[in-house]
């Protein structure tokens, strides 16, 4: 899944993903932003069985006065064995 947040003044893109067995979920977004912008991405990926994969990599670019945040939770079931999840989140102010 690919997201690109570039929204207005006000941005935010929620994603709630719940994992089964052997299943792989895969994230990769942006945020660009500049002015008096807000945005966000707010994931919560959810592995509920075993053997299931998940990777988020998310990279801001912001430039003036604009703010933008991720907001990633990774929840495992007690029962998920054999989980593997990842996230990388980096940015970079321009001003």
């Keep these: ?29 942006a945020i660009i932003g500049g002015g008096e912008q807000t945005l966000e991405i707010v994931t919560t990926v959810t592995h509920a069985q075993p053997d299931a994969t998940s990777a988020q990599t998310i990279r801001s670019i912001l430039a003036n006065r604009a703010t933008g945040s991720y907001l990633g939770k990774i929840a495992v079931a007690r029962g998920a064995q054999k989980t593997d999840a990842e996230q990388s989140v980096k940015a970079m102010l321009l001003d």
């Design 1 to 29: 899944f690919h997201v690109l947040n570039i929204g207005g003044k006000l941005g935010r893109v929620t994603l709630d993903v719940t994992l089964g067995k052997g299943a792989h979920f895969e994230l990769g977004g």
